[in-house]
């Protein structure tokens, strides 16, 4: 087996290496992967490592563990896989050097700064959005006032990252987002019933930051700015 990577600037494991190393070269391996995180660490921790990337085919989503979450992953699988995965991690640790460490304390800083600049400006952003929200919102209509989200991709990405699903009657949300972001709404159309996930506020909230983390799926011809528009 070659030495797992281990994305330097993110400290994380991607799910798409992991999922080679502990299912193989079948085609539905990261599929496969994937059901068996949702089990392991829970529904509820994937939103916290998903990326959207970008490939031949269009967008998927992939997910960046830490090195609690990938040692978790490996050892559902075998304790040798575990034993492998720890060590790729404990190979890519050194110990640093006093001017090494001084200057991440100034990087730390400067990054705090920067931070709570920007939470700051992003607050008063989303409070002008949510300000907005009706109750009744769709994810696809709410997304119509952010610029470049693929609203015909958004729903999708959402049923990938573990939020909603399809059903026989319409997309609805999952047990864990069902009152928190999503309400399911009934409605009668031709004579059949169907069914629809609509966002609350605080699902309002929470889809906007997911905007502004690059975790929606944009146009192809997106011209790299976050900015709204009113409904």
């Known amino acids: 087996m070659e030495l797992i990577q281990i994305n330097p600037d ?3 494991m991607s799910s798409l290496d ?15 992967f994937v059901k068996k995180m949702r089990k392991v660490l829970g529904e509820s921790m994937l939103g916290n490592f998903s990326e959207l990337i970008k490939y ?3 967008t998927r989503t992939i997910y960046n ?4 979450e990938a040692c978790l992953m490996a050892m559902s699988y075998s304790y040798e896989l575990q034993a492998y995965v720890y060590d790729a991690w404990q190979a890519s640790k050194k110990p640093l050097s006093p001017k090494e460490l001084a200057f991440m304390v100034i990087q730390a800083e400067e990054a705090k700064e920067r931070a709570e600049f920007e939470i700051t400006r992003l607050q008063g952003v989303c409070n002008t959005i949510t300000a907005q929200f009706c109750p009744g919102v769709t994810v696809p209509k709410f997304c119509k006032q952010l610029n470049g989200v693929n609203v015909q991709q958004v729903n999708n990405t959402l049923i990938d990252m573990g939020y909603l699903r399809r059903t026989n009657t319409g997309i609805v949300p999952v047990a864990y987002a069902r009152d928190r972001y999503f309400k399911e709404e009934q409605n009668k159309f031709n004579g059949k019933m169907r ?3 609509v966002l609350t506020l605080v ?3 929470w889809l906007y930051r997911a905007y502004l983390s690059n975790k929606l799926p944009m146009r192809s011809d997106w011209d790299n700015k976050m900015s709204h528009l009113v409904f």
Request: contains cysteine; glycine residues 10%; proline residues 3%.
């Open 203 to 205: 699902g309002a909230k």
């Open 10 to 12: 993110t400290q994380t």
């Open 56 to 58: 031949a085919k269009g």
């Open 18 to 32: 992991l999922a080679q190393l502990c299912v193989g070269d079948k085609k539905d391996a990261h599929s496969d």
């Open 65 to 68: 563990l830490p090195e609690r």
């Open 195 to 197: 069914a629809k996930a």
